[in-house]
């Protein structure tokens, strides 16, 4: 008995250290799994702002007035109560909601009296490269729920190295700003397979996307179908989503126009009636119908051309709503007679899904069609971002010098007159 106590005491010690050494394959493979996407998506994180900051320092020329004139100029009158608004602020067609955004950062800076030309430059763009770096990684992760690993991988690749991205989301126009609520909409828009469905976020974006920019609601109109067409509870969601949320909407922005314009205005009717009833717009320069098909789609999509037609060919069925949303918005845009190459900018996101497909299945030559389509992309982000259409920017850097109040005597002060086509230079943004 005596030796018998000593080995079942012994025992059982060990059965006890065993049962607590015991850890279960499936938890373990759960916390590898966790600790795995959570290392991910800091990288994902850290590359993209870091490129998108890189980004915004290394565009510096101009594309459009709208640039500034319809955001920046506007918040700078808004909080420093000096400047220039353009017709388009005098009769009404632009709503404040985008510009108010900018005239907080203004406001917190003349607070703070850290409002130097330097920062007031410089902060709204960076900002706006910010909000482009989260949309870069919604968009990834949207795609790695969507698609496989490595076809995720390939996606992103091909958003990164877009030139006409790189060209225009650090810019603070109403079209980047337009595609990146996009782009963070569809992370929560219904797409066949997706696990991070939110009907009352995906609408909210939305709605914002409207309020910035009135057509944005071309691109999303088939999109909204869908996510008619496909509920079960079609009246609930009218009801509970599409109504109240785009309701909200309406009201925050008409009062937010009637504050600043200081009487009744519905900027939505307003620029639906000037730019299109009236035809203002065609004043700006006007197009063949074909036009978007046969040269503005080309561009901005540029040498990811052959990879978004292959990818078209791979996925058909599996996208169609968002190559039915391309489509459309191109053929709605090509019934207008002024046409620009930003205007279809927030379908650029759908047409790399298809071409992060197309590159993923091509086995033999992907490396060599990555490095011909970072090489080709490269050459045109690094022109139009540092040669293209900068000497507007550079002579109001040299005006500055000219015209600072702190270097020169008020009888010295220059009068400058501008001999170009309207609007071609910003002025103190």
């Known amino acids: 008995m005596d030796n018998i106590r000593p080995r079942l005491k012994f025992g059982s010690k060990v059965d006890d250290v065993k049962l607590r050494k015991r850890k279960s394959q499936l938890y373990s493979k759960e916390d590898e799994s966790t600790l795995e996407y959570g290392e991910l998506r800091r990288r994902v994180v850290v590359f993209s702002v870091a490129f ?35 017709w388009e602020w ?15 950062i203004y406001k917190i800076l003349s607070f703070l009296h850290f409002d130097s030309v330097f920062l007031l430059i410089w902060l709204p763009r960076i900002i706006q490269a910010l909000f482009a770096a989260f949309a870069d990684v919604k968009f990834f992760f949207l795609i790695r729920t969507l698609e496989s690993r490595d076809v995720a991988k390939w996606t992103f690749f091909c958003h990164m190295c877009s030139w006409f991205s790189w060209y225009c989301c ?74 109240p949320i785009g309701a909200v909407a309406v009201v925050i922005s008409t009062l937010i126009d009637c504050i600043f314009y200081e009487k009744w205005t519905v900027v939505q009717f307003n620029f639906l009636k000037f730019n299109v009833f009236n035809g203002v717009a065609d004043f700006y320069g006007s197009h063949p119908w074909h036009w978007y098909f046969s040269q503005g789609f080309a561009v901005v999509v540029g040498p990811h051309l052959p990879l978004f037609l292959h990818g078209c060919s791979l996925a058909f069925k599996r996208y169609k709503i968002l190559l039915a ?47 011909m389509l970072l090489v080709s992309n ?33 009888a010295l002060q220059p009068d400058v007159l501008l001999l170009m086509p309207c609007h071609s230079t910003p002025f103190y943004s």
């Open 325 to 371: 949303a391309v489509v459309w918005t191109i053929g709605v845009y090509s019934l207008l007679p002024h046409k620009e190459f930003r205007f279809i900018y927030p379908v650029l996101p759908f047409c790399m899904i298809f071409c992060g497909i197309s590159l993923a299945s091509l086995k033999a030559w992907r490396r060599a069609a990555a490095f």
């Open 170 to 243: 650090t810019r603070t126009l109403t079209n980047s700003m337009e595609t990146t609520v996009t782009c963070l909409a569809l992370f929560y828009f219904p797409l066949p397979g997706s696990k991070t469905h939110s009907s009352k976020i995906y609408l909210t974006l939305v709605a914002l996307a409207v309020v910035v920019r009135p057509t944005a609601l071309i691109v999303w109109f088939p999109l909204l179908m869908y996510h008619f067409w496909q509920e079960d509870n079609k009246l609930r969601l009218i009801t509970h989503n599409f109504v």
């Open 378 to 410: 490269l050459v045109a982000a690094l022109y139009t971002g540092l040669i293209h259409q900068r000497g507007t920017l550079d002579v109001m850097s040299h005006l500055q010098t000219l015209c600072d109040v702190s270097s020169a005597s008020s």
């Open 90 to 104: 005098k009769e009404g067609i632009r709503g404040f909601t985008y510009p108010l955004f900018f005239a907080v």
């Open 52 to 86: 998108r900051l890189i980004n915004c320092l290394l565009v510096q020329t101009s594309f459009v007035p709208d640039e500034y004139w319809q955001s920046l100029e506007v918040s700078h009158r808004m909080v420093f109560n000096y400047g220039y608004l353009t």
